[in-house]
């Protein structure tokens, strides 16, 4: 006769119930951590925590694009060069392209809503980042200064933002 | 700089001509605890082989499909991979090929495009194009965050974490450009919400004025709850078929051209380009706009649509889109990105969209005159009005495109038989939206991301 001894027992959690009509809805948690690389543009992240905003360019001067970017590449996207990095000098002076302040933001959302989010143009730079505005209020063509979080660093792009710039 | 070589720019050539027979749809709700997603997809499958005068018996229909593509926008959504496989069963498909097709919003476009090769190409004589999305097994606010994640993850998603964060600098950028003010926006958002009431599919229909949906709640500046899409729940299929088998389905098939574009996830990685120009276009028609502007596309358009609509009219022979167009179905995941597209289509130059709108070119009614509109839009109701069960979207447009070609706009919304289906009394003002009979050519846009992937897609009348 077989034993009941070892019979194969619910470990997991009750799944509760929402609703029973006009069908059954249950409830499905979820909690997972991803483990998430920065890969070749390590550089940047890194920079931000020590101050720095850093770009990268295409080496090979036969390439038509030249430019800085900012979101970086590791890789040329017109001639496929591995990218040169360059550091940008402080004080970085940009200008608003365009902006929005959001109000109503999405689940996880690490800033006080509601808060500037800005796009910089940033002389030299081909590309126009998106950034947030750490106070103010900000308007097209309005001139700004990237600062950065060296303290208490997030270890994410919010590790840099920008101020008013008066001269 | 973007610069073309010679096979970058060939127009697509289907080996054969392909048509679109017959479509079907659910209604579209915020919550469908009613039915799982594949009860959803064969509703939707049985509206299509059922209700739309095939000339064989539905399952004879059936009998003649031999590929199928399945348009799902986000596994995460589902909490289901290989979704298509389950569905793919669950009609009974088994074991014919399918491929889940996955291009963000751009998903039903690029899922009837893949059905349209698949014919073209003579892997098959009629596939089937079906999409869905399920978008409330998580909160509101935990949608919107997924759908975020369709921004750059590393550069854009933390700063916003809501899609309408992205859309809203180009609506402000928008209106700096081309001095545009938010009553156009407004009036947007009006017209495909008034459209939805017509609509027993609808999920978010409305009388609204202007005045209501620029005090409704700020989602981003400047785009306001009213602007915005619905997050829906729902399915959508159409019959894909080859020339002789289409008029053997139906006296009332409509030929398909459809293309697609892309362009950069993140906007900030736009760099200027030449705009490529539409047939009825000049270059002399830009030059100040480039001067002033500095850039192209920038902000303010989308080159991925402009980009698919310079290969579809060329495919189709479209020469002037406002005068050769009966009907437009696009993207308006918010007021704006509608905007925005009327220049990428050519329905208006660039820097001049808000004529479209304006001048009631873009009405069922012109609200000036008191006589239809030119080229009207989103008679559906649209993404605003009507749904957003985001891989299901692009099928749904061509649907209602069908529908309206085959003068079966009546029929599929006027029914009170359907409206008591999906637990709705068919209003006592019901308005038909239904387009003249001789109307020709139907256009749709499906539009990904902040414009990284879109599909333009024409069918044309063909008896």
Known sequence: ?167 | MIRFKEGNLRVPKWNRRVFMVAGGTTAYRKYFPEYKLEELVMIAFKNLLEDNDLKMDPLEVKGLINYAAYGEFADHFQDQLLCQAKVHDYLGLDPLYNMGIKTGGATGGSTIMQAAMAVASGYANVALAAGWERMDEVDTRTGNFYISTAACKDFETRLGRIYSSYYAPMANRFAWAFKVSEITRAKIAVKNHLYACSSPYAQQPGKYTVEDVLNSPMSAYPLRFLECCAMSVGAAAVLICDEETAYRLTDRPCELFICGGTHTLRVADRRPMDIPLLPHETPDMYKDLIEKQSRYPGFESFLAARFAAWLTYRMAGIQNPLEELDLVELHDAFTISDLQTYGDIGLRPYGQEQDYIESGDAYYINPHTGLPGKCPSNLSGGLIGTMHAVGATGIFQAVECLWQLQQKYDKFHGDPKIWKKWGKKKPKDWQSLQIPETSKQALWVSHAGVGSHVTVGILRKSW
């Open chain 1, 1 to 167: 006769m077989t034993k009941r001894m070892a019979q194969t027992k619910f470990i997991g959690q009750v799944t509760k119930v929402r609703q029973e009509k006009p069908a059954m809805v249950i409830e499905w948690p979820r909690s997972i951590t991803h483990v998430h690389t920065y890969g070749m543009l390590t550089p940047f992240f890194q920079g931000l925590k020590e101050g720095k905003l850093r770009a990268t360019y295409c080496p090979n001067e036969g390439c038509p694009e030249n430019g800085l970017w900012i979101p970086p590449r590791a890789h040329c996207p017109d001639c496929h060069s591995e990218m040169k990095w360059k550091t940008l000098r402080n004080p970085v002076i940009g200008t608003v392209h365009t902006f929005t302040e959001v109000v109503y933001a999405g689940t996880g959302i690490e800033l006080s809503t509601p808060y500037w989010q800005i796009d910089v143009e940033i002389p030299g730079v081909v590309t126009i980042p998106k950034s947030y505005l750490l106070y103010g209020k900000p308007y097209i063509g309005m001139k700004v200064k990237a600062e950065f979080r060296t303290k208490n660093p997030t270890n994410t792009v919010l590790d840099y933002y920008w101020v008013p710039y008066e001269t």
